[in-house]
């Protein structure tokens, strides 16, 4: 059974700093398509930062120059460093693995909540 967990989660004041982790139980992992989204409340998920199976990276405008996606395929991680956090990246953080194909299924984490108060 394919899992995904996230960890890292918690309180912060605005200006600090998470890092999330995704433990994916992919045993081919590296083709994946890695994501992490986000759902605020009352909201539509959003897109936060994406890196593909060769590296390409890219991030909502919302946190360009303040997060930082890398993988590990060795360790079928996925990590989300957040910096410089701000009251409006508080959300539910989910990880989701994309598998290139569209004949095969994708997978989600069940979230890890981020709250940013003052």
């Known amino acids: 059974q394919v899992q995904l967990v996230e960890s890292g989660g918690g309180l912060v004041q605005p200006g600090g700093s998470l890092r999330l982790s995704c433990a994916a139980s992919?045993?081919?992992?590296?083709?994946?398509?890695m994501n992490w989204y986000r759902q605020a409340q009352g909201k539509q998920r959003e897109l936060v930062a994406r890196?593909?199976?060769?590296?390409?990276?890219n991030y909502a405008e919302s946190v360009k120059g303040r997060f930082t996606i890398s993988r590990n395929n060795a360790k079928t991680t996925v990590d989300l460093q957040m910096n410089s956090l701000k009251p409006e990246d508080t959300a539910v953080y989910y990880c989701?693995?994309?598998?290139?194909?569209?004949?095969?299924?994708?997978?989600w984490g069940q979230g890890t909540q981020v709250t940013v108060f003052l």
């Open positions: 992919l045993i081919d992992f590296s083709i994946y398509t």
């Open positions: 989701n693995a994309d598998h290139p194909s569209p004949f095969a299924n994708d997978y």
């Open positions: 890196i593909t199976a060769g590296s390409a990276i």
